[in-house]
C-alpha cells in the first residue's frame, strides 16, 4: 500500500518549465479556488475535461518506514469521481432542498507552494500544489484542512482545463462531520 | 460518574415517549459503556480483512481498544491494546501483520494471542518471587465468535453465545452475509470520520428511521433520480425487531441499490434474482438491496444493497466515530466490487450525498438536547405502534409500513432492559416483553 504519486518525488523536475506557464498555472489555480469559494460550482465543472478524475483516497495509518502518506486505488476513498459524478454531487449541492447549504457553507481555499512539471502527454502539464481549506458553517462550526494536491492540467482551445487531482490529506480519521465541498 | 436516573424511567414504550436525557446525561453515558458497551457482543472485523497468521486489525469496544488477531492456528483473537507493565498503548497502527506485539516504553513483547513472551533483563524477573509470566498477558475479550464472516465479541463471560444474542436476526442478517455461495469479504479500506453527536442518534436511523429519507435525502435523490422519493407503497414496507436488533425493509429487492448511481449494481442484483430466489426463498430475494437499513445492537448499522457496514463508535455522550466498510459477495463480478467502491464515496460516507446530511441532523439533534429545557422534554417514538402483525414468514416482531417508530421503540427498550440490569441474568428476556403486549 503506497502512494501513486506519478511526480518527480520532491527532486527539483529535471526540465523546467518556462516561468510563464508557471504563472499561468498559478492563475489557473487561483480563480480556481476563488470560484470554490463562491460556491460557483457550476462554472467550477466548466473547468474540468470530459475524461476527469476526481480521487481523495483514504490516508491509511499502517506500520513501517517509507512513504508516509499511504493510500491505493483499490481501497475506500473519500471521493473518487469522473464528471458524470461531480455533476451530480454540484446538483446535490445546488438543489433547494441541500439542507447542508442553507444558510451556505463559507470557505476558503488558500493555494500554495505551486510548482509545474511536464507530464506524460505533450499537451499536459503536472501541477502540485498545497492548500489551506477553511470552511465555516452555521453560527459557529469551523473546519480546517490541509493537503496536498497533484494536478494534471491539460491545454485546451478553450485554455487549461483540469484533467486530473489527486488530494493527500494528513488525517486518518477525518476530523469533521461531513465534507460538503471540494478541494 | 454514576447517573442518578433510572434507565427505565426514561424509556415509555406502551405509550411512545423517550426522554432526551439519554441523548446528553454523562452519568448514563458512563453507565452505557458499562452495561451495553462491556457486556453486548460487539462487530470488530470481517474474517476477509485478516487472512494470514498475524495479520490484525484494531477495533474499539467501547473506549477500550483492542487488536484483532489472525493466530497461528486459524483462529482469531482479541485483546486489549495496552500493555500488562505500566498500561501504554502497544500498537499505533489500523491494520498490518505482526509476528509479536512490542510496548514501545520498555520492550516487552507479546505474542499473537496476547501472551508475554519476553522482554529486555528477563532475568531480573526471573528472580522475582510472586512474577509470574504466564499471568501477564494482555486482557482477552470474554467470548468471540464469528457469524457468517463477521467477527463479534463481548466482554462478559455471562453474555449468551453470539447465535442466541442475534437469535432471529440470523434470518435476515443472512440476505447480506449468505446471499452467494462464495461468501462475502470487505473491500479494502476503511472510511472513518468524527461526527460530534450521540451514538445512539445513527443507531435509531438506521434501526428504522426510513421516514427522514423523502425529506433530508430530497436533494440527493432529485440529483441521482432527477425526482424526489416518492412515497412509495407503503403496505409492502416492515419493520422487524428482536433483541434489540431492527431491519426496516421495502420488498422492491433494488431500492437501496438503484441509489448508488451505478446500473451495474443493479444489474447485478437482477441477474443474481433466481439464483437468491432459489438460496434464500423468494421473500428474502426481494430484501437483498432493497429500500432498507438496519441496526445490530448496538452499534453496528448497515444498508443492504448500499452494501456499507458500519460501527457507530461512542467517544463520550456528544462525540462518535463512524467507520464505514463495503462488504461484497466475493464472486461478484470486479466491475461491480468497483462500482460499489466508488459509490461509498458517493453515497454514504462524509462527502456522501446522502449521509452529509444525515451527519448534520445526527450533530444538531444531539446539540439541541443539552438545554435545561430540552433535557426535561420528551420525544414522541409511538409512530406505528398499532401496526404490528403476525407475518407467517417473517420473523421476530414485524409491523407493517416502515414509516415508523417500532424499530426504535425496541431498540431503546432493550437499551432499557441492558441498562437497569446488573447482569446478563437480569436482563428482561425480549419474548416475555413480546408476550406483554
Ligand atoms: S509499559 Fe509496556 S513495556 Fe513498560
Ligand atoms: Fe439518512
Known amino acids: 500500500m503506497s502512494g501513486t504519486s506519478t511526480s518527480s518525488g520532491g527532486r527539483p523536475a529535471s526540465e523546467p518549465v518556462d516561468w510563464t506557464v508557471v504563472l499561468e498555472v498559478q492563475q489557473f489555480l487561483f480563480s480556481e479556488a476563488r470560484l470554490l469559494d463562491a460556491c460557483r460550482y457550476q462554472e ?14 483514504v490516508i491509511e495509518n499502517t506500520l513501517g518506514r517509507g512513504a508516509p502518506h499511504r493510500f491505493s486505488p483499490d481501497r475506500l476513498a473519500f471521493f473518487d469521481d469522473n464528471l458524470k459524478s461531480l455533476r451530480r454531487r454540484v446538483d446535490k449541492l445546488t438543489n433547494r432542498t441541500a ?53 494534471v492540467l491539460r491545454r485546451t482551445e478553450e485554455g487549461l482545463r483540469l484533467a486530473k487531482r489527486l488530494v493527500i490529506i494528513d488525517q486518518h480519521v477525518l476530523l469533521a462531520r461531513n465534507l460538503n465541498v471540494f478541494f | 460518574m454514576t447517573s442518578t436516573l433510572d434507565p427505565r424511567s426514561l424509556i415509555d414504550a406502551d405509550e411512545g415517549w423517550i426522554d432526551r436525557r439519554i441523548f446528553s446525561d454523562p452519568g448514563l453515558y458512563e453507565l452505557e459503556l458499562e452495561r451495553i458497551f462491556a457486556r453486548c457482543w460487539l ?26 488477531v489472525r493466530k497461528k492456528d486459524g483462529g482469531v483473537a ?33 505474542g499473537l494471542e496476547g501472551e508475554l513472551v519476553g522482554m529486555p533483563q528477563k532475568e531480573l524477573y526471573e528472580a522475582t518471587p510472586g512474577f509470574d509470566k504466564s499471568r501477564m498477558g494482555l486482557t482477552r475479550v470474554a467470548q468471540i465468535e464469528s457469524y457468517n464472516g463477521l467477527i463479534f465479541a463481548t466482554f462478559d463471560p455471562e453474555a449468551p453465545s ?35 453527536c450521540n451514538w445512539k442518534l445513527p443507531a435509531e436511523n438506521f434501526v428504522g428511521d426510513s421516514y427522514h429519507a423523502q425529506w433530508t435525502h430530497n436533494s440527493a435523490a432529485m440529483a441521482i433520480f432527477g425526482r424526489g422519493i416518492s412515497p412509495r407503497k407503503l403496505e409492502n414496507t416492515f419493520h422487524a425487531t428482536m433483541n434489540g436488533h431492527g431491519w426496516g425493509f421495502g420488498l422492491d429487492m433494488i431500492g437501496n441499490a438503484a441509489a448508488s448511481g451505478h446500473r451495474i ?65 466475493r464472486n461478484m463480478p470486479a466491475e461491480v466490487k468497483d462500482a460499489y467502491r466508488q459509490a461509498a464515496a458517493f453515497t454514504f460516507s462524509p462527502g456522501g ?5 444525515d451527519s448534520e441532523n445526527w450533530e444538531n439533534a444531539t446539540r439541541a438536547s443539552t ?46 432492559d441492558l441498562m437497569s440490569a446488573e447482569r446478563w441474568a437480569d436482563v428482561a428476556e425480549p419474548s416475555e416483553r413480546d408476550a406483554a403486549e
Open chain 1, 99 to 151: 439542507w447542508t447549504e442553507n444558510p451556505p457553507t463559507r470557505q476558503c481555499h488558500v493555494i500554495s507552494n505551486v510548482e509545474v512539471e511536464p507530464a506524460e502527454r505533450g499537451d499536459e502539464l503536472t501541477a502540485h500544489s498545497v492548500f489551506v481549506h477553511n470552511r465555516g458553517m452555521g453560527e459557529r462550526d469551523e473546519f480546517t484542512l490541509v493537503g496536498r494536491r497533484e494536478d
Open chain 1, 44 to 57: 467550477w465543472l466548466a473547468l474540468l475535461t470530459d475524461d476527469v478524475h476526481y480521487w481523495m483516497p
Open chain 2, 265 to 329: 449494481v443493479t444489474d447485478y442484483w437482477r441477474s443474481r434474482e433466481s439464483a437468491i430466489a432459489a438460496r434464500l426463498g423468494k421473500l428474502r430475494s426481494k430484501m437483498v438491496a432493497s429500500s432498507s437499513s438496519a441496526n445490530l445492537f448496538p452499534n453496528f448499522g448497515f444498508l443492504p444493497g448500499h452494501a456499507c457496514f458500519r460501527v457507530w463508535q461512542p467517544m463520550g455522550p456528544a462525540s462518535m466515530e463512524l467507520r464505514s466498510w463495503i462488504l461484497v459477495n
Open chain 2, 43 to 68: 462487530f470488530l472485523a470481517h474474517e476477509s480483512q485478516i487472512p494470514k497468521t498475524g495479520d490484525f486489525v484494531t477495533a474499539y469496544m467501547g473506549r477500550d481498544h483492542v487488536i484483532v
Open chain 2, 371 to 416: 438545554g435545561v429545557v430540552t433535557r426535561r422534554q420528551r420525544l414522541y417514538y409511538g409512530l406505528g405502534h398499532n401496526t404490528r402483525e403476525d407475518h407467517p414468514d417473517l420473523p421476530g416482531r414485524v409491523y407493517r409500513n416502515f414509516f415508523s417508530d417500532a424499530n426504535q421503540m425496541a431498540f431503546y427498550s432493550r437499551w432499557a
Open chain 2, 353 to 357: 450525498v446522502f449521509e452529509m446530511d
Open chain 2, 78 to 110: 482479541a485483546f486489549i491494546n495496552s500493555c500488562s507493565h505500566r498500561g501504554n498503548r502497544i500498537c499505533g497502527a489500523s491494520q498490518g501483520n505482526a509476528r509479536q506485539f512490542v510496548c514501545n516504553y520498555h520492550g516487552w513483547a507479546f
Open chain 2, 162 to 196: 453470539l447465535d442466541d444474542y442475534l437469535g432471529d436476526y440470523r434470518w435476515y442478517l443472512d440476505i447480506v452475509l449468505d446471499n452467494d455461495e462464495g461468501g462475502t469479504e470487505f473491500l479494502d479500506g476503511c472510511i472513518k470520520y468524527d461526527v460530534a
